[in-house]
């Protein structure tokens, strides 16, 4: 079962940049992975930030997230990331990565960003 590990929260200044990662703990990603993000605000539902599939890099994004979120991956670093432009407090919340492999959904533990005003 492969497990994802995100990486690089912290708490940053409304308007800052951070960039997360996402990998395989122990392990590696390989050629049918999908990598997807989420976060989870305080007392908010989980929601979709978007997707990447390993092989071919192919992304979406949920609308709401458009403009100031960028995914893409590293095949010599093996990781994909989370690139977040001008973030606002709004954007307080535990980021996930989950991956799918062969049909199976693996959930990372998450990593904090707080964006303070």
């Known amino acids: 079962q492969v497990q994802p590990a995100e990486s690089g929260g912290g708490v940053v200044q409304a308007g800052d940049s951070l960039t997360l990662s996402c990998s395989v703990s122990g392990g590696t990603f390989v050629g049918d992975d999908m990598v997807a993000w989420y976060r989870q605000a305080p007392g908010k539902e989980r929601e979709v930030i978007g997707t990447?599939?390993?092989?071919?890099?192919?992304?979406h994004y949920a609308d709401s997230m458009r403009g100031r979120f960028t995914i893409y991956r590293n095949y010599h670093e093996n990781r994909a990331w989370l690139h977040m432009n001008d973030l606002k407090p709004e954007d307080t919340a535990i980021y996930y990565c989950?991956?799918?492999?062969?049909?199976?959904?693996?959930w990372g533990q998450g990593t904090q960003v707080t964006v303070s005003s």
């Open positions: 989950n991956i799918r492999r062969d049909s199976v959904v693996c």
């Open positions: 990447i599939t390993w092989d071919a890099g192919s992304r």
